[in-house]
């Protein structure tokens, strides 16, 4: 025998058959029991045809998978686990996962090391998601801007609605009925970002769509994200640091009605108004039309008040000034004249008087004297006649400046309260044989109607109405 078929001859060869079973005996041995394991769903790897499970399971360091091993979910097994994890937790299993296994560890000669999963406790997620869900509130309010877009300003009337949702979902559809079926409905114009609203991609998909509002946000009063008809799975996008974040930083408002009746999400808590369901927030927009038309509609009754009663009180209070400073000015003239005639009665008693000392002590300073007191009688008559003059001209300007700044701010008031001028701010009124409409029952069908704007007026007939 040669040297090289002795050496052959010593060689002990296994196949790898044997050695695959030595070594599935060896895990059997080793691993007998089952054991509770934290992974990550990497791909969930479901086969709806067998019904069975392949999930892809892995732990992630900084982003990188340090360890992967294959799971198996037998058919009645996953559905069981599945229902169960939907039950407690409001989602389905799905990839990106982090778990909490229940599993035993077995090797197949054929298909080698793999997880055969028995339970998934739900709870361990449901304490991952409030965890998150906690440090995302956490870092919003450190970064001070979890209330931010609670504290931006909506006007009464949303007129440019931009709204996220899905074009053939049933919200959208219940949010535009809500809008149409009311009498206000045309006034709103909606524009539609279509977005999905649940799943993985669903943090991206109404980020992108923000984003492009954003761009037009000079356009819209406000934003609103409706979703509806999903009932509660896939709602912890909805937690999502970043979406929460883009929301609360939003330049208008952002409204919620995203269809669920549990917890608030962080979306709605940073959103200015969040609202249970699409037609719940349809009905919020159109109680501003509503609140309006009833205020404008008090105006309106104000400003026939005030012109049927105040008006006249103000004209006949306006007279009654007139006349009393004609009075006063007829008094004052009076008073002055009074006063004139004495001094020239005083004066002609004087000179009468001196003309007799004169004739008496006709060798004495007579007409000196009688010189010396007519001028002094004069210059007295003179200087009380022009303090009665000027105290008349001092006493009715100001008397007529007084009234006459009553009187403006009268006529400003009544200015302000002209219906001509409310209708030029971009309101009408509507009027049937001459009277302003209150109520939808003051109408029938039939009835001819005039509604009058800042520039004109036309006419309507009625053809049809519809109540609230």
């Known amino acids: 025998m040669s040297e090289t078929q002795s050496r052959q001859k010593v060689k002990k060869a296994y196949s790898l058959l044997e050695l695959t079973e030595n070594i599935k005996l ?90 055969y999963i028995s339970d998934i406790d739900a709870a361990y997620t449901l304490g991952e998601m409030a965890r998150m869900r906690a440090e995302a509130i956490k870092k919003l309010k450190a970064e001070g801007i979890f209330g931010l877009n609670r504290e931006k300003t909506i006007p009464m009337l949303i007129e440019r609605l931009a709204v996220i949702s ?149 004209i006949s209070r306006l007279d009654g000034l007139t006349e009393k400073l004609g009075r006063n000015a007829l008094r004052l003239l009076g008073e002055a004249n009074t006063d004139l005639r004495q001094s020239g009665r005083k004066l002609e008693h004087s000179t009468r008087g001196g003309l007799n000392d004169a004739n008496n002590l006709i060798h004495f300073k007579i007409p000196v004297r009688i010189e010396k007191l007519t001028a002094q009688i004069l210059r007295t008559s003179k200087n009380r006649l022009e303090v009665t003059v000027d105290k008349m001209y001092s006493i009715a300007p100001r008397y007529c400046i007084s009234e006459r700044r009553d009187l403006d701010h009268f006529e400003e008031k009544l200015r302000i309260l002209d219906p001509q001028n409310v209708l030029k701010r971009g309101y009408s009124i509507t009027m049937k044989d001459g009277k302003a409409l209150h109520e939808i029952s003051d109408l029938k069908e039939g009835d001819e109607v005039i509604t009058r704007l800042a520039t004109g007026e036309f006419s309507s007939t009625i053809k049809e109405k519809k109540n609230e």
């Not at 058919?75 to 778990?99: S, W």
């Not at 969040?274 to 038309?293: H, K, M, R, W």
Request: hydrophobic share 35%.
């Open 26 to 115: 060896q895990i059997e041995k080793t691993y007998r029991t089952s054991y509770w394991i934290k992974a990550e769903i990497n791909k969930l790897n479901y086969y709806p045809q067998s019904g069975h499970c392949y999930p892809e399971l892995v732990e992630k360091n900084n982003g990188r998978i340090v360890a992967e091993i294959r799971g198996f979910l037998f058919r009645n097994t996953y559905e069981e686990i599945d229902q169960n994890f939907r039950k407690h937790t409001g989602k389905a299993l799905t990839d990106g996962m982090e778990v909490l296994l229940l599993c035993r560890v077995s090797y197949d000669p054929k298909y080698g090391l793999s997880l």
């Open 166 to 314: 899905v074009e053939t979902s049933k919200g959208w559809g219940d949010f535009k009925k809500t809008l149409t079926d009311s009498q206000y409905g045309k006034q709103i114009h909606c524009t539609l970002f279509p977005a999905k609203l649940q799943g993985d991609t669903a943090v991206y998909s109404i980020g992108k769509a923000l984003n492009k509002i954003a761009g037009l946000s000079d356009h819209f009063d406000a934003v609103a994200i409706i979703r509806g008809g999903g009932g509660e799975t896939g709602m912890d996008c909805y937690d999502h640091f970043q979406l929460a974040k883009t929301v609360a930083t939003f330049p208008i408002p952002v409204l919620t009605g995203i269809g669920h009746s549990t917890n608030l999400t962080v979306v709605e808590m940073c959103g200015f108004k969040n609202l249970i369901t699409p037609t719940a927030l349809a009905q919020f927009i159109l109680e501003g039309y509503v609140d309006f038309s009833n205020r404008l509609s008090k105006a309106t009754r104000s400003l026939e008040a005030v012109r049927k009663q105040s008006l006249p009180i103000l």
